[in-house]
């Protein structure tokens, strides 16, 4: 018990003395999550939407792909797009491969099915009624469509929260698409990994305190979405 103890303490002191090295995969990691989110929140809600909402040919195999799209092992995902970015990869050229972009398209893809089949699920349970009442009263295709998402809204913000928590906890796709370089590619979840197996115990629990409570943040704003959600 004195190890942990012992490691508790120096992390607290890494994290009250703003340490550079703790901190710079803290950056590392927010910049990454951004990036990654924002690629899926532009991507998926469209997407889901129109998944959720339009009648189409192939519709059926579409939502099965993206339910299937969720079970896709991350190892996988990071095999892909590396295979892409590395050197001899068509998408070589553009020097993606160990950067914070390059892992932001990994956690992207990662992020995406999340969004699109929790938007898609939101647009579904939409009550039929809204439709028809808008139509009532004259509303055109885009006015019924800003309507539906707005009132889908809620589920949709949770949707964005869990794809949020699912990018930020991976490690898989951090390590081989960002190749965990210090001060540069190395994130919350590839420097726990790299320190705890060094032995640098007191790193790795600053860093574990650090994602916790991002985890908790974001559970407390799942919470709040799921009370506002509740009619």
Do not use: Y
């Not at 590395?86 to 990994?106: W, Y």
């Amino acid at each position: 018990m004195d190890f942990i103890l012992d490691g508790l303490t120096t992390a607290l002191r890494l994290l009250a003395g703003l340490d550079p090295e703790t901190f710079s995969a803290v950056r590392a990691t927010l910049a990454t999550t951004f990036l990654a989110i924002s690629t899926s929140l532009a991507l998926g809600i469209p997407l889901g939407f129109c998944l959720g909402f339009f009648d189409f040919p192939g519709k059926r195999a579409a939502r099965a792909v993206a339910d299937t799209a969720l079970a896709l092992p991350t190892v996988v995902i990071g095999l892909i797009v590396f295979a892409f970015l590395s050197q001899r990869g068509p998408l070589g050229h553009l020097g993606l491969l160990f950067s914070i972009s390059g892992m932001a398209v990994g956690l992207a893809i990662l992020g995406l099915p999340i969004v699109v089949t929790m938007t898609a699920t939101a647009v579904e349970g939409i009550d039929r009624r809204l439709t028809e009442t808008l139509l009532t009263l004259g509303a055109n295709r885009r006015q019924l469509a800003m309507a539906s998402l707005w009132e889908a809204r809620f589920p949709v913000m949770l949707a964005a929260l869990t794809a949020f928590g699912r990018i930020v906890s991976e490690v898989g796709i951090a390590m081989m698409v960002g190749g965990n370089i210090k001060w540069h590619t190395r994130t919350i979840t590839t420097a726990i990994a790299m320190e705890t197996g060094k032995g640098e115990f007191a790193m790795g629990i600053a860093l574990g305190i650090v994602l916790m409570t991002i985890a908790f943040l974001v559970t407390l704003s799942a919470h709040w979405i799921k009370r506002r959600a509740a009619p």
